[in-house]
């Protein structure tokens, strides 16, 4: 099923509560790829009943970022889902999440602020606000589903966990599940913004993974100085890639790392044909 409005959701998840039944909630902004269709499929072995909404939200991208050109494959978003077996998919307007004629900006709005300290790095050093407007959009999603789990991908490492920390900090009864990158066959992290790189662009796009997986051999061989684990990465780029960070932190926490250790994550930005990728890795594996 297919809703747009947030009463006629509320209206059928409250009768699976009813019935005892168990809710996961899978939030995408759509266009989705077999990265989501992982996290639907964990959401239908863990869950009686699956919702996965589909929302571009404009409060998370900044004025110069790609909200007007973001794919938005709806149609083809529901077809998938039928296929999964997903009971509902959740596609409001931006009037129905935030109200019709809603000024999009915390002067008028009520927005969620994650810590400073969780923003103030890697991807939310670039994109002031996006963080705001993540949480906001997901805390309203939670309101709105009420589900018993939500779903995450791994490859939004710094989304996963400042939303674990909101949920944690603002007592929200709701499990987080986190799941794995799903790669294409060459290793190139799998990403609605894919759409965007020529197939050239795909192939200069593997550096983030073989730097990645670089920094993580180098560890498994004894190297734990952050700097020089980093520093290895630099014989991987050239005058296509353009380096926005590397940093090696707390996977629980972003805690900047001076000598890695099994807690440690390491995390990448790169513009590839100017489009902006990220990727990371665990330097040891669950």
Request: glycine content about 6%.
């Amino acid at each position: 099923m297919l809703y747009h409005r947030i009463e006629e959701l509320r209206v059928e998840v409250q009768k699976w509560k009813k019935e005892g039944l168990t809710v996961g909630l899978v939030p995408t902004m759509g266009a989705l790829h077999n990265g989501h269709m992982s996290l639907i499929k964990k959401a239908k072995e863990t869950c009686d009943k699956v919702v996965v909404s589909d929302f571009v939200n404009p409060i998370q991208f900044g004025p110069s970022e790609d909200f007007d050109k973001y794919p938005r494959t709806l149609e083809a978003d529901v077809e998938l889902c039928d296929k999964e077996g997903v009971d509902i998919v959740f596609a409001p307007s931006a009037d129905e999440m935030y109200g019709e004629g809603q000024r999009l900006s915390n002067d008028t709005l009520t927005y969620v602020c994650p810590p400073f300290f969780y923003v103030n790095t890697l991807c939310g050093k670039s994109r002031t606000g996006h963080f705001d407007g993540v949480c906001t959009v997901v805390l309203k999603l939670f309101n709105i589903v009420q589900p018993n789990y939500a779903f995450f991908g791994q490859k939004d490492a710094q989304q996963v966990i400042i939303i674990k920390k909101m949920v944690k900090d603002l007592n929200v009864p709701i499990n987080i599940v986190q799941c794995p990158i799903v790669r294409e066959e060459s290793g190139l992290a799998l990403s609605s913004r894919n759409k965007y790189l020529t197939e050239e662009g795909k192939k200069d796009a593997l550096v983030l993974s073989r730097i990645l997986n670089n920094i993580k051999t180098c560890y498994e061989k004894g190297i734990t100085d952050v700097l020089a684990l980093k520093e290895t990465a630099y014989s991987f780029l050239t005058d296509k890639h353009d380096l926005e960070y590397l940093e090696i932190v707390d996977r629980n926490t972003l805690e900047a790392k001076m000598i890695a250790d099994d807690e440690s994550i390491a995390l990448i930005a790169c513009r590839v044909e100017g489009v902006r990728l990220i990727d990371n890795i665990y330097l040891k594996e669950d």
